[in-house]
């Protein structure tokens, strides 16, 4: 099968809104290949390897490569898309001097490509990801992550996600309930049960997403523990009396998945999205959260930790901690104990 291949080339700044944007005009997999050169600096805290070959792309931009299927008519998406990216500055972003192409490619000629990049990751002193056609022995106490990200996002190497799974491993004292929100791969889901939580409800609005995610639970043993959920928080919200119940399953939009009876109030919330989205449901996370509950945030880049961390004041949180790694930022929040 062939597929149609639009590759842009932009600042990485713009990174979480070109991805958004490309997946919103119907893309069927996204990629992201970041500048890379010998003297950048990176974070070796945990002994990760960055054995990624060097490449042409100039400092400051990365390289997007987004599919669509062969029947779609590239041409409007395009002038489409363009037209999004010039309009980027109004939201606090800036794409530079950014480039589109199209082209086409064999589905064998990228499918697996990219998975010689995907190597096994440290991402704290407890918590490693796999990827699961590498071979890789744990050392001591080390809890392996298995994942297979499919084309949905989260191999755990991107440095939002990163960030997630650090303070999930300082948060969870064990036994939590935790509502994972966009949880792509599931790895943020899988990682909480890693580190001792008791159940997580993951949810996604992506059907591929929903799938994939189940597909990982299931590789790490966790389909008892974790449901999926074709939903956003709102959506769990107004249906939480179904949650909770005895059934054997939760059927959404043909996706089946085990019920394994999260219900909110929940201990911890789990977010990596993009900041406009989690400035919409701020509100949302409170009201869902245990007095004394925990919300852990990222996909935030530089640019936007103020009017994150000014919407989670407003909204009554805390600020625990503010965690960084690169250009970007993920808040641990706690709900006042005394609030209901």
Not at 21 to 30: F, H, I, N
Not at 289 to 310: D, R
Not at 323 to 336: N, S
């Amino acid at each position: 099968m062939r597929w149609h291949e639009i590759t842009v080339l932009a600042t990485e700044s713009s990174q979480e809104m070109v991805t958004h944007y490309l997946t919103e005009l119907g893309a069927g997999g996204v990629s992201v290949e970041e500048a890379w050169s010998a003297d950048k600096p990176r974070d070796t805290t945990y002994g990760e390897l960055y054995d990624t070959p060097l490449n042409n792309i100039r400092p400051g931009y990365a390289e997007f490569k987004a599919y669509f299927s062969e029947d779609t008519k590239m041409e409007p998406i395009a002038v489409e898309l363009k037209t999004l990216l010039e309009g980027l500055p109004e939201f606090g972003y800036d794409a530079g001097e950014f480039t589109i192409t199209v082209g086409d490619v064999h589905e064998d000629d990228w499918a697996d490509a990219w998975k010689q990049y995907f190597k096994p990751i440290a991402i704290t002193e407890r918590l490693t990801i796999k990827p699961t056609w590498e071979e890789y022995t744990p050392q001591g106490d080390e809890l392996i992550i298995e994942i297979d990200p499919g084309m949905a996002f989260g191999t755990g190497a991107h440095a939002t996600t990163a960030l997630c799974l650090k303070a999930l491993d300082s948060a969870i004292k064990g036994g939590e309930q935790i509502i994972d929100v966009g949880t792509g791969s599931g790895v943020l889901a899988i990682g909480a049960m890693k580190l001792g939580a008791s159940k997580v409800l993951a949810l996604d609005l992506d059907p591929v997403a929903v799938k994939c995610a189940q597909e990982n639970i299931e590789l790490n043993g966790y389909e008892k523990e974790v449901e999926v959920r074709l939903s956003d928080l709102l959506g769990v919200l107004h249906e939480s009396e179904n949650i909770g119940n005895d059934s054997s399953a939760n059927v959404s939009n043909g996706i089946t998945t085990a019920t394994v009876g999260v219900t909110p109030p929940v201990d911890l919330v789990v977010a990596n999205i993009l900041a406009e989205i989690i400035l919409l449901f701020i509100g949302d996370v409170m009201e869902v959260l245990k007095p004394g509950g925990i919300y852990i945030t990222s996909g935030i880049y530089k640019n936007k930790e103020m009017i994150v961390e000014a919407g989670l004041l407003a909204a009554g949180f805390e600020i625990i901690d503010v965690l960084r790694q690169e250009e970007w930022i993920a808040f641990v929040a706690g709900k006042p104990k005394g609030e209901s």
